[in-house]
């Protein structure tokens, strides 16, 4: 299996797609972090990729693995990335 690519990988590979120098491809990237982080209570879409939201779960009973014991698990928030139909298609086939 392949390793993913790095930070300064993907930045290079941007910076050469897009003919534009790293200093600016690494200003894009982080742009859109930041921009992925703000708008996570309302759900930020990346057309074409997915959408990244914010999920409530809610408290539930459990069981712990090593003791069999029925445990409490707490409610609580989660991220969650939804692939878009878009890139299951080009990725999938």
Do not use: C, H, W
């Amino acid at each position: 299996m392949a390793k993913a690519a790095t930070k300064s990988q993907i930045i290079a590979k941007m910076a050469e797609d897009a003919d534009i120098s790293k200093v600016q491809a690494k200003a894009a990237l982080e742009s859109l972090i930041a921009q992925a982080y703000k708008g996570a209570n309302d759900g930020f879409t990346i057309p074409g990729l997915g959408k990244l939201v914010k999920v409530r779960r809610k408290a539930r009973m459990g069981r712990n693995p090593a003791t069999g014991e029925q445990i409490e698990i707490a409610e609580k928030t989660v991220l969650k990335f939804r692939i878009a139909k878009a890139a299951k298609d080009a990725i999938l086939g």
